[in-house]
């Protein structure tokens, strides 16, 4: 731990002595000292406890994790080539205790002088600090990571000067070999071959070469590189992105206010939507302090007006007015409105807008109730916002009518019409949609439809009725043996899941509803239930002696003898049970939302524990008919819109190898028609197992505007495939694709992040990706990414108040205000795989897209109790993402089901072990024995070892394990294990049941990681210690070498190694994975980054069941307008 020294000052804001502020006529922002520290250290902010430098690479802005501070002797930085007259640096250091750091700065390269900065930084909100030597205490937590940092940049230097440079001729260099170098001073000896070819060394050289080819450092054919990685380290991408982003033209005009890079604009002839006509600036009265105001008409018993006429103007319900701003109860509201990101060209967009309700009169004052809209610089697009750009929010006021200034003229957008050109006048519009500031999305809003005034005199608040009505839900009401809470009606006999009390974060309890009592002293509703267990909980106590086809499945309940009583406030839904007699198709029955079945009842408590049981007779098994008859009907209605539509024509890019494709489809709402990927390996795989699509190995670039050329009526000859270069088919025409998705895999947002905007020309992809959806115009849109896209930021490129200025969650505001100007609606969160059934730690940004009018899918209710930390985080404006909870009024991680967990994916797989090389610690008589007991119980050892790391042409032609296929260990012993074996022959046999090979020290750890849940690398023995860390130095995220606990969830999937790994995804056992490359490294390696780059299965068919949700909407309202309308349904 460090101790803060009395000396210490803590920075802030105030300039050291030799410092110079920055120039006046030139400020931005971003500009902040840059200094030196030395004998520093580093440490959480907290707790004072000592940190790795590493673990700062993780930082990113908004993160609310873990803060970082640090401490050491700062004096101002003195660039070596800057004219400084000759004199030397004699300013005394100072002891500085730094504000929290923002970030850790490394390898910076620039493009335009070919060079690579050998400094590392900190940043924190005063000033870059670049880091010197560490203190004596702190040289343990720096020396791993500073060697890693020394020999990458050796290496790049060395291959820049020298193209022709060898792994032999760079070791034997100067720089690495000499004495007085400072990686030889450092190891006290020279670098060595190990040291370069070591694991650790080999994977950060990789992430940073790949990180820094995108910013156009190329040095594949370099023969070191070649040496250590061949095709390896660039088959992540495979071949080259595009020079120019392909973009349409509304998109472009956005994507040149926040992007730098070079786009190709390329114009449809036919444009979905329509530019409004410039609306007539109405000349309108601006009232002073004091006007004269007079009601119209007479009054109501409510005292309410049809009209009031303030100075010479007449003001009615329905009309949009700018009032004085005022005290706003918000402070986090208030503050974003104050802040500099959200200043807007237009002086009008410091003021207030509201929409009037009603007018009346209170105790002698004049008032309207109106509904509250925000000016888009004041809501989460901060900077990037329409200057003219207006959004209905979710509030209602009572504002007096002395504080309006002036009407507002206001064009209310068709859902044919585009956003109209900005100004800076008093010319708004607004397209209806409502900004919901609590979820941080952009909704439709069914309270407007039109320019015209409410057709009445008055009319009364929808928001404030909502409120009415939420209010009224939220406490439980007892009424004729029923009970209505949460918009939900509850009765005898209803099954229902009941929060834990000692837990609100446990999975649910499930019960049955045996009666309601209404207890007058504390006003409370209580209800007494018999409770359901999970069966599986009764197998886990020993009770297999009947069991010997038994699989596990959340699903199968059995009746306990436990009668509680709860609150009726601990009630969290409804599910439905039914004997599994009467249930003719399992599957079918299990399919749907809270559904389960029951066999057995509670007999008798067995003496060592757990439950007797005995067979439910399906004439004793009770439940509502009224609440079951109703569901039923509800279902069966859905059965018929479901077969009157059919499913949505899915246009998917980036489809990688089909994680995301294969969970919505199998919700059964979408079919995916069409699929864009750029990597050959990848796209080789989705057309193997996806023969109905039309899968294009091409940019997307490209297709875009190959497809726009054509669909113009241009004569082009056809694009052909990357891989086989045989002619791709054009991409459907507009109008055929009722969905988009996808989500480009951008190494800026997961790797190091050293660079302080989006530069790269992958990173604009995402321009692209939405100009697709201006062509096409699909009913729905889906994106999906890394969690690192919300804190990623950009620049402002267009005159005005923001130019020049860095924008921060950048790429989160660009997409909000591309879509919503696109006529869309919009949400996003973070959503967690675990908690819809996979056993892998994933999380992912969702932003789901609804044009106007149609239903915007909701995100999935957790299904799940998956037990990882809460996420949540705060964005520039002060907007907190939360986790998404079946209540957010009354927010727990609680679920129905229990995680799903390691075993329950692959414990119906036979076992096997990599033989320990003993390279180091020589076999004894004990280990012999050991390999012999596993061997005689079923758990064979396979050599393991590859050609000390480097895959040359006489690599092995296999890989440990089963690379030819092996039967399965069991039946499948899960429903999670019978899912996943799906759609092959029962006696086939599991394939991709091998891992990749490592060095001799890789090998000889593992197999001396102790064998038991959660063991790593601090068990193992000294002469095995990985160099420059050791147990003290460790940190909690260092789990290296770690065995993985059968009981809890895999960690987030890694482009590595795995037996089976895609099992841990969710893929279905029958997807076959395959490469265009015939090497084995190179097959297995394009195999397991297709599984680790995908979208886990659960969650994606999770998202595809949220989407048809929002489908039946759709279509139950389209059945309801054709009921209205006397024509007959088809």
């Not at 990623?792 to 205000?817: F, T």
């Not at 036979?910 to 596993?934: G, L, M, Q, S």
Request: charged share 25%; proline share 6%; glycine share 6%.
């Amino acid at each position: 731990y460090y101790t803060v020294a009395g000396d210490e000052l803590i920075e802030n804001a105030c300039l050291l002595p030799g410092e110079t502020g920055p120039d006046l006529d030139n400020f931005d922002v971003e500009d902040i000292p840059v200094r030196l520290l030395d004998a520093f250290t580093v440490y959480e902010w907290d707790t004072l406890r000592l940190v790795p430098i590493s673990d700062l690479l993780d930082l990113g802005p908004g993160d609310a994790g873990v803060r970082y501070g640090a401490s050491g002797l700062v004096k101002p930085w003195t660039d070596d080539g800057a004219d400084d007259d000759g004199d030397e640096d004699d300013t005394s250091p100072v002891a500085i205790k730094l504000s929290p750091v923002v970030e850790l700065n490394v390898h910076d390269f620039s493009p335009s002088t070919g060079s690579l900065d050998v400094k590392m930084y900190l940043k924190t909100e005063f000033a870059w600090y670049i880091l010197d030597a560490p203190s004596k205490l702190y040289k343990s937590y720096f020396s791993g990571f500073w060697l890693k940092h020394q020999v990458l940049h050796l290496l790049v230097t060395s291959a820049l000067a020298d193209p022709t440079i060898t792994l032999a001729k760079f070791l034997q260099s100067p720089e690495v070999k000499g004495d007085a170098s400072a990686i030889s001073q450092v190891l006290k000896r020279t670098l060595s071959k190990d040291d370069i070819l070591s694991e650790d060394m080999k994977a950060y050289i990789q992430d940073v070469l790949l990180d820094l080819s995108l910013d156009g450092l190329k040095l594949a054919k370099v023969p070191i590189i070649y040496q250590l990685f061949k095709v390896d380290i660039y088959s992540k991408a495979l071949v080259k992105p595009s020079l120019s982003t392909v973009v349409t033209p509304e998109v472009h005009a956005l994507s040149m206010v926040l992007f730098s890079q070079h786009f190709k604009v390329v114009r449809p002839f036919t444009q979905a939507l329509l530019r409004p006509q410039k609306c007539p600036l109405n000349m309108v009265e601006i009232h002073g302090a004091f006007p004269i105001i007079k009601w119209i008409g007479s009054p109501t018993l409510s005292s309410i007006y049809d009209a009031v006429k303030i100075g010479d103007t007449v003001y009615k319900p329905g009309e949009v007015v700018i009032v004085l701003p005022g005290e706003d109860p918000d402070k986090i509201r208030q503050k974003n409105a104050q802040a500099l990101s959200s200043q807007s060209l237009n002086y009008l967009a410091e003021y207030w807008f509201i929409r009037i309700c009603y007018l009346f009169e209170r105790e002698g004052e004049q008032f309207l109730h109106g509904q509250w809209l925000a000016h888009g610089s004041k809501t989460l697009l901060q900077e990037a916002a329409h200057s003219n750009g207006l959004f209905l929010m979710n509030s209602c006021d009572d504002v007096p009518l002395a504080s309006i200034i002036q009407k507002c003229n206001l064009h209310w957008l068709a859902f044919n019409e585009m956003e109209p050109l900005e100004d800076a006048s008093n010319r708004f519009y607004c397209s209806g949609l409502i900004w919901d500031e609590d979820l941080g999305a952009f909704l439709d809003s069914i309270q407007v439809s039109s320019e015209s005034s409410p057709t009445g005199p008055y009319q009364t608040c929808a928001i404030c009725d909502s409120q009415a009505v939420k209010r009224k839900s939220e406490t439980p009401i007892l009424n004729l043996g029923s009970i209505f809470y949460l918009g939900t009606l509850y009765h005898k006999l209803d099954f229902i899941y009941v929060l834990n009390e000692q837990d609100e974060d446990a999975s649910y309890k499930i019960g049955q509803i045996l009666s309601f009592t209404q207890d007058n002293t504390s006003n409370t509703v209580q209800v007494q239930i018999r409770q359901l267990k999970h069966y599986d909980k009764f197998a886990k106590h020993g009770n297999f002696f009947n069991l010997v086809n038994w699989m596990k499945d959340e699903h199968h309940l059995y009746y306990t003898s436990n009668i509680e009583t709860i609150l009726a406030e601990h009630i969290a839904g409804k599910c439905y049970v039914q004997h599994l007699s009467a249930i003719g198709n399992l599957e079918a029955w299990l399919h749907q939302k809270n559904h389960f079945y029951v066999q057995d009842n509670f007999n008798r408590p067995l003496p060592e524990g757990g439950d007797n049981l005995q067979t439910l007779d399906s004439s004793v098994h009770c439940y509502c008919e009224e609440c079951y008859k109703e569901h039923i009907k509800t279902l069966e209605r859905k059965d018929i819109l479901y077969e009157q539509n059919k499913p949505l024509q899915v246009l998917e890019l980036f489809s990688g190898a089909g994680g995301l494709s294969i969970g919505l489809e199998e919700s059964g709402f979408v079919e995916t028609r069409w699929a864009i990927e750029y990597a050959p390996s990848a796209a080789k795989t989705f057309q193997s197992n996806k023969k109905r699509a039309k899968v294009y190995n091409q940019d997307c670039n490209l297709l875009l505007e190959h497809a726009i050329q054509f669909y113009n009526g241009n004569d082009l000859p056809s694009l052909k495939s990357l891989d086989a270069g045989k002619p791709l088919p054009p991409l459907p025409k507009p109008g055929a694709v009722d969905l988009i998705c996808g989500g480009k895999y951008c190494s800026d947002l997961v790797l190091i992040p050293r660079k302080r905007v989006c530069r790269s020309p992958v990173n604009s992809l995402v321009c692209n990706m939405l100009s697709y959806v201006e062509f096409y115009r699909p009913k729905f849109f889906l994106l999906e990414n890394v969690v690192g896209l919300l804190n990623h930021k950009l620049r402002v490129n267009k005159a005005g108040p923001h130019e020049g200025n860095v924008v921060a969650n950048g790429v989160v505001k660009y997409i909000l205000r591309t879509l919503t100007s696109l006529g869309y609606q919009v949400r996003f969160n973070v959503l967690q795989a675990g908690v819809y059934g996979s056993a892998q730690n994933r999380r992912r940004v969702i932003f789901w897209g609804a044009r106007r009018g149609l239903p915007l899918p909701e995100f999935p209710i957790p299904t799940h109790n998956f037990d990882s930390k809460l996420w949540a985080a705060q964005l520039d404006t002060g907007l907190k993402i939360n986790h998404v909870v079946r209540d957010p009024d009354r927010p727990h991680r609680g679920a129905p089901l229990r995680a799903v967990t390691v075993d329950d994916v692959i414990s119906d797989l036979p076992k096997f072990d990599w033989i320990n090389p003993h390279w180091i610690i020589k076999v004894t008589r004990a280990d012999k024995a050991e390999v012999k007991r596993r061997a005689a119980i079923g758990i064979p050892a396979f050599e393991a070892v590859s050609n000390h790391g480097v895959w040359d042409q006489s690599e092995e032609d296999s890989f440990p394990g089963y690379p030819d296929g092996v039967p399965y260990a069991s039946p499948p012993r899960t429903r999670y294990q019978a899912r996943a074996r799906q759609g092959i022959a029962e006696d086939a046999d599991v394939e991709l049941h091998y891992t990749a090979r490592f060095s001799e020290g890789v090998i000889e750890r593992v197999c001396n990681v102790a064998i038991e849940p959660g063991a790593d690398w601090k068990s193992l023995p000294e002469e095995l210690a990985i160099e420059g860390k050791t147990r003290e130095t460790s940190t909690q995220r260092d789990v290296r070498y770690s065995r993985i606990d059968g009981s809890k969830h895999f960690r987030t999937a890694m482009t590595t190694v795995a037996p089976n790994s895609h099992g841990s995804t969710g893929f279905p056992d029958s997807w076959k994975f395959l490469s265009v490359s015939e090497r084995p490294s190179t097959i297995v390696r394009d195999q397991l980054r297709q599984i680790g780059n995908a979208v886990p299965v659960p969650l994606s068919r999770a998202l595809g069941n949220a989407l048809g949700d929002a489908l039946i909407k759709m279509w139950e309202a389209e059945a309801e307008a054709v009921r209205e309308s006397g024509s007959p349904e088809v």
